[in-house]
């Protein structure tokens, strides 16, 4: 007798997470796996994350600890998940996503799909022919200092899918791991890193 899941997650969109996530790229996580060696085995993988993402039984590992220089001075830290959180992650944005992409602001192109840094150059040269002035402003730590509390209650506003909201919550969670192999616990704020753009033709099932 199958016993039914209780989280809807289609097969076919961690296929397709899986797909985004290879085009990106990307160095391994704290497990040292790349997206090579995780293709030797790349049906039973793919399967453990379907079933544990189904089961409500996934937790993600720590986030590697990447430390980059910023041009200004000072460093800038970026954490690198492993090649099945990504994939896993990229699950939930292929769910999450439509449903917020449309109450973003025309002229938001950060992490967007379908708008680059390109397209931010190409508006702004646009205007420069019809303003004499510019606002630049810059929120230090935005990344860093993102109250998880708050965060949650924007996601809950466009959500009541529990296990998107139960993963998010588990991301955000996800402690830091150092070189030296120190975890750090995440109290607030959220790992940097890009996210692969998806195909909007493409939606989950």
């Known amino acids: 007798m199958n016993k039914t899941k209780p989280y809807k997650i289609s097969k076919q969109t961690v ?3 899986y ?3 290879k085009s990106n790229k990307g160095a391994p996580g ?8 995780f ?16 089961s409500g039984s996934y937790f993600p590992p720590p986030v590697k600890v990447v430390e980059i220089p910023k041009k200004n001075g000072g460093i800038r830290i970026l954490g690198v998940p492993t090649v ?3 994939i896993a992650q990229m699950t939930a944005k292929l769910y999450f996503e439509p449903l917020v992409e449309p109450h973003f602001h025309p002229d938001s192109y950060g992490y967007r799909p379908e708008k680059s840094a390109i397209d931010a150059v190409r508006i702004t040269r646009e205007r420069c022919w019809k303003y004499d002035w510019v606002l630049e402003f810059d ?9 998880h509390e708050l965060l949650m ?3 809950k506003k466009h959500t009541d899918n529990k296990w998107i909201i139960l993963y998010i919550e588990r991301w955000l969670k996800a402690p830091f791991q150092k070189k030296d192999g120190e975890l750090v616990e995440r109290i607030s704020g959220t790992p940097q890193g890009r996210p692969p753009k998806k195909d909007p033709k493409n939606t989950p099932r």
């Open 153 to 155: 209650k924007a996601v």
């Open 30 to 37: 704290i497990d040292d796996e790349s997206l090579q060696h």
């Open 19 to 21: 797909k985004l996530v």
């Open 84 to 86: 099945s959180d990504r």
């Open 139 to 147: 929120i230090k730590g935005l990344f860093d200092n993102i109250e």
């Open 39 to 54: 293709e030797d085995n790349l049906k039973d993988n793919l399967y453990k994350i379907w079933n544990r993402m189904s």
């Open 15 to 17: 296929w397709q997470a």
